[in-house]
């Protein structure tokens, strides 16, 4: 018995030392071949989710990170590298994203990770980038939990932590004229890490500067009537309604306003209203103007290389720039951040992305980027507005593309 | 006092739309004593295919009830004639639950594919739409969705008490033996009245669709209400379940108005607990044979 196990195992070994040398040899002979590291493809890994809650998002991830690929491939790739994708399917699945993540990394050994869509995914995500050295630049994934974990290898390519995202719109109300400033607020706020925090980070800052809280209410994903809501706070009359919305509910509050003939001097809602194509498909293009969101890249910026990115957008995928998906935009600034990395110190390792990113700021086609020591962008975003049919950039000045319209018009106005 | 009356209008309108879709749910527990958890899943595959008549035909989704009412009523046979016919009579109640959460996920795999995750909406333009009668607010497409599910459920009253195939429906739910003996084709009866709960589901759908955004997962929390009311009603029970889809919708929306969104979910909950503690049968329902 002994003996015959000490036979079997001396079998594997000698069929492990053969093989060893005939991987040897196969490199030997590649390399014998004049295949340089040099021209050697760059392969870059991710797990986006293709099927699943997150399809939708997932697909728009994908379409901005392979068109910055084909862009930077025409140019000559980096340091001579032609940039591959590897894109594997996560089902919107964070077990299936870990997986994904590992198996890219440790079987396909590809040469960085970019990262997945929604902050879901990109926690565990993140931790097996971290885990194995690897930088994890990532476009999708901005909520508290992502940056909780204190993770130096990690870059959030937006321009600042989702929670952050009403800052600008406090910062533009707290900078009009005391007597053009609304006196009272009201807030209506989806239960959700992506929606309630940044309605209550502005309702902190316009209660500090003395606007007084007529009504707030906090409503369960569930809510589907948003009639009981919009009710009371058109009984509350505030001059100004903050709305920390998604989607759907998004487009619900507008829904139910206009049936309640109720309309605010000025309105911001989170998200949603910064859907270019939706948000005036759901609620009707005329009820849409005057109220504001927040934004990061939009038509006509004069970003770096926004322009170049928008053409090849359309010429790729169709439509036109009103209808690009910020999303896309996002996934390509990834890219761009990471091309200038190779620009700026002629390598392109996961160690040089560490240490290169924590410090200066990068041009990207959502602004200039730059961050902490734990991946949260500094810079904040933009308010954006609708006015005639169309969302504009309104503040801060440097990039505002109109004046902010206020007080808000009425319904279909 | 202002928000309890506009919480009562809301409520009640909406009633009538969960009415419709409940109404079909329990016919079809009292023909075959089967629990159908794919209703919610045909009233959401009713609602796409409104939307997609809408979309592609500019159809408006009132006037495309008949049509995805047909097409229902289709579907609705067929699962019954592919799922549940073959189940022996013995264990078919028990089964059916299985069987019909697999079409449930058959169809929502069916729209996910087809129409994708993302939530849709129907918006005909007037949608938004609503009259002003002291000081309180009716939107006028609730108001029709309520008129038509009240048009809808008469047909099916007049179904039920005025035709052969009603007189056949009402015997095999009292008495599936006695009903047989008289040579009723309970097969049969069981078929149509399948097809007929689906087809309630498609006019409902087409209301649904034009009140509520929805995606393919909607189903879950459809099915978790409709069967909360067809349980207050008493299964098997129309009428039952047309008094608790208004008490469910009514008691949601008074408290959303007056105490918060937050709870109004629960509240129902709450009342269907304290009926079934007193009147487990539920409200209208009979314990030793059908209710209908």
Same mark, same amino acid.
């Given at each position: 018995?002994?003996?015959?196990?000490?036979?079997?195992?001396?079998?594997?070994?000698?069929?492990?030392?053969?093989?060893?040398?005939?991987?040897?040899?196969?490199?030997?002979?590649?390399?014998?071949?004049?295949?340089?590291?040099?021209?050697?493809?760059?392969?870059?890994?991710?797990?986006?989710?293709?099927?699943?809650?997150?399809?939708?998002?997932?697909?728009?991830?994908?379409?901005?990170?392979?068109?910055?690929?084909?862009?930077?491939?025409?140019?000559?790739?980096?340091?001579?590298?032609?940039?591959?994708?590897?894109?594997?399917?996560?089902?919107?699945?964070?077990?299936?994203?870990?997986?994904?993540?590992?198996?890219?990394?440790?079987?396909?050994?590809?040469?960085?990770?970019?990262?997945?869509?929604?902050?879901?995914?990109?926690?565990?995500?993140?931790?097996?980038?971290?885990?194995?050295?690897?930088?994890?630049?990532?476009?999708?994934?901005?909520?508290?939990?992502?940056?909780?974990?204190?993770?130096?290898?990690?870059?959030?390519?937006?321009?600042?932590?989702?929670?952050?995202?009403?800052?600008?719109?406090?910062?533009?109300?707290?900078?009009?004229?005391?007597?053009?400033?609304?006196?009272?607020?009201?807030?209506?706020?989806?239960?959700?890490?992506?929606?309630?925090?940044?309605?209550?980070?502005?309702?902190?800052?316009?209660?500090?500067?003395?606007?007084?809280?007529?009504?707030?209410?906090?409503?369960?994903?569930?809510?589907?009537?948003?009639?009981?809501?919009?009710?009371?706070?058109?009984?509350?009359?505030?001059?100004?309604?903050?709305?920390?919305?998604?989607?759907?509910?998004?487009?619900?509050?507008?829904?139910?306003?206009?049936?309640?003939?109720?309309?605010?001097?000025?309105?911001?809602?989170?998200?949603?209203?910064?859907?270019?194509?939706?948000?005036?498909?759901?609620?009707?293009?005329?009820?849409?103007?005057?109220?504001?969101?927040?934004?990061?890249?939009?038509?006509?910026? +004069?970003?770096?290389?926004?322009?170049?990115?928008?053409?090849?957008?359309?010429?790729?995928?169709?439509?036109?720039?009103?209808?690009?998906?910020?999303?896309?935009?996002?996934?390509?600034?990834?890219?761009?951040?990471?091309?200038?990395?190779?620009?700026?110190?002629?390598?392109?390792?996961?160690? +040089?992305?560490?240490?290169?990113?924590?410090?200066?700021?990068?041009? +990207?086609?959502?602004?200039?980027?730059?961050?902490?020591?734990?991946?949260?962008?500094?810079?904040?975003?933009?308010?954006?507005?609708?006015?005639?049919?169309?969302?504009?950039?309104?503040?801060?000045?440097?990039?505002?593309?109109?004046?902010?319209?206020?007080?808000?018009?009425?319904?279909?106005? | 006092?202002?928000?309890?009356?506009?919480?009562?209008?809301?409520?009640?309108?909406?009633?009538?739309?969960?009415?419709?879709?409940?109404?079909?749910?329990?016919?079809?527990?009292?023909?075959?004593?089967?629990?159908?958890?794919?209703?919610?899943?045909?009233?959401?595959?009713?609602?796409?295919?409104?939307?997609?008549?809408?979309?592609?035909?500019?159809?408006?989704?009132?006037?495309?009830?008949?049509?995805?009412?047909?097409?229902?009523?289709?579907?609705?046979?067929?699962?019954?004639?592919?799922?549940?016919?073959?189940?022996?009579?013995?264990?078919?109640?028990?089964?059916?639950?299985?069987?019909?959460?697999?079409?449930?996920?058959?169809?929502?795999?069916?729209?996910?594919?087809?129409?994708?995750?993302?939530?849709?909406?129907?918006?005909?333009?007037?949608?938004?739409?609503?009259?002003?009668?002291?000081?309180?607010?009716?939107?006028?497409?609730?108001?029709?969705?309520?008129?038509?599910?009240?048009?809808?459920?008469?047909?099916?009253?007049?179904?039920?008490?005025?035709?052969?195939?009603?007189?056949?429906?009402?015997?095999?739910?009292?008495?599936?033996?006695?009903?047989?003996?008289?040579?009723?084709?309970?097969?049969?009866?069981?078929?149509?009245?399948?097809?007929?709960?689906?087809?309630?589901?498609?006019?409902?759908?087409?209301?649904?669709?034009?009140?509520?955004?929805?995606?393919?997962?909607?189903?879950?929390?459809?099915?978790?209400?409709?069967?909360?009311?067809?349980?207050?009603?008493?299964?098997?029970?129309?009428?039952?379940?047309?008094?608790?889809?208004?008490?469910?919708?009514?008691?949601?929306?008074?408290?959303?108005?007056?105490?918060?969104?937050?709870?109004?979910?629960?509240?129902?909950?709450?009342?269907?607990?304290?009926?079934?503690?007193?009147?487990?049968?539920?409200?209208?329902?009979?314990?030793?044979?059908?209710?209908?």
């Amino acid at each position: 018995m002994v003996s015959q196990s000490n036979r079997l195992r001396l079998g594997v070994t000698a069929a492990f030392v053969v093989g060893l040398i005939s991987l040897a040899a196969c490199s030997g002979t590649s390399n014998g071949s004049g295949s340089s590291a040099k021209s050697k493809p760059l392969v870059i890994g991710a797990s986006i989710s293709l099927t699943g809650d997150f399809a939708d998002p997932g697909k728009a991830v994908k379409a901005g990170y392979l068109l910055w690929a084909k862009q930077v491939n025409a140019k000559g790739g980096i340091l001579g590298r032609q940039v591959k994708f590897k894109i594997v399917d996560d089902t919107s699945s964070p077990s299936q994203v870990v997986t994904n993540y590992q198996n890219l990394i440790n079987q396909d050994h590809v040469d960085l990770v970019f990262g997945p869509f929604s902050s879901l995914l990109t926690v565990p995500a993140s931790q097996v980038a971290k885990r194995f050295g690897y930088s994890f630049i990532e476009p999708a994934g901005g909520g508290p939990a992502v940056f909780d974990a204190k993770l130096d290898n990690l870059f959030f390519i937006q321009p600042a932590p989702v929670i952050k995202q009403g800052e600008v719109f406090a910062d533009w109300i707290l900078s009009l004229p005391a007597a053009a400033r609304p006196k009272t607020a009201a807030y209506a706020e989806l239960d959700d890490p992506f929606a309630a925090p940044i309605a209550e980070a502005i309702r902190a800052r316009f209660e500090a500067a003395g606007i007084k809280t007529v009504y707030k209410q906090v409503y369960p994903a569930e809510t589907q009537d948003f009639s009981p809501i919009a009710a009371k706070i058109a009984a509350a009359k505030p001059d100004v309604l903050v709305s920390g919305t998604q989607s759907e509910d998004a487009y619900a509050q507008v829904k139910s306003l206009v049936q309640l003939k109720f309309s605010p001097k000025f309105m911001y809602m989170s998200n949603g209203a910064n859907s270019p194509v939706e948000f005036p498909s759901k609620v009707g293009a005329s009820n849409t103007t005057g109220i504001t969101s927040s934004g990061d890249w939009f038509p006509g910026s +004069t970003a770096f290389g926004s322009a170049a990115f928008s053409a090849a957008y359309i010429k790729a995928y169709g439509g036109t720039a009103d209808t690009i998906d910020n999303t896309s935009a996002e996934s390509y600034a990834a890219g761009q951040v990471l091309e200038e990395v190779a620009k700026k110190t002629g390598k392109i390792d996961n160690a +040089t992305i560490i240490k290169t990113l924590h410090s200066g700021t990068w041009p +990207t086609v959502l602004g200039n980027l730059s961050w902490n020591a734990i991946g949260e962008p500094k810079g904040t975003f933009h308010l954006v507005q609708w006015q005639g049919g169309k969302l504009v950039p309104v503040y801060p000045a440097d990039v505002a593309k109109a004046k902010p319209l206020y007080p808000k018009p009425s319904w279909g106005g | 006092m202002h928000a309890l009356v506009q919480g009562v209008i809301l409520g009640v309108l909406t009633g009538g739309v969960y009415a419709l879709m409940a109404s079909g749910q329990t016919l079809i527990f009292g023909i075959m004593k089967v629990v159908n958890l794919a209703q919610g899943a045909m009233v959401i595959l009713g609602a796409y295919l409104a939307y997609q008549l809408f979309v592609s035909f500019g159809i408006d989704p009132f006037l495309a009830i008949p049509i995805t009412t047909l097409i229902m009523f289709a579907v609705g046979v067929a699962v019954q004639l592919l799922f549940l016919r073959p189940l022996r009579r013995e264990d078919r109640s028990e089964l059916s639950l299985l069987v019909t959460f697999a079409v449930a996920l058959l169809l929502e795999g069916f729209m996910s594919i087809t129409w994708n995750t993302s939530y849709r909406s129907i918006n005909t333009g007037y949608e938004n739409a609503s009259w002003t009668v002291f000081g309180y607010q009716i939107t006028q497409v609730r108001l029709w969705a309520f008129l038509l599910s009240l048009a809808a459920l008469g047909l099916l009253f007049l179904l039920l008490n005025r035709t052969r195939f009603g007189r056949a429906v009402r015997a095999t739910v009292q008495n599936p033996d006695s009903a047989r003996l008289l040579g009723v084709e309970s097969d049969r009866v069981a078929a149509l009245g399948f097809g007929l709960g689906a087809a309630t589901a498609a006019a409902a759908g087409s209301v649904y669709g034009l009140l509520y955004p929805f995606n393919s997962g909607s189903h879950y929390d459809l099915i978790s209400r409709l069967l909360s009311i067809v349980v207050l009603g008493g299964l098997g029970s129309v009428g039952g379940a047309v008094v608790a889809a208004v008490i469910v919708s009514t008691s949601s929306a008074i408290v959303a108005s007056t105490v918060s969104p937050s709870w109004s979910e629960m509240t129902f909950f709450v009342i269907l607990m304290l009926v079934l503690l007193v009147r487990p049968q539920g409200l209208f329902g009979t314990v030793g044979r059908g209710a209908l």
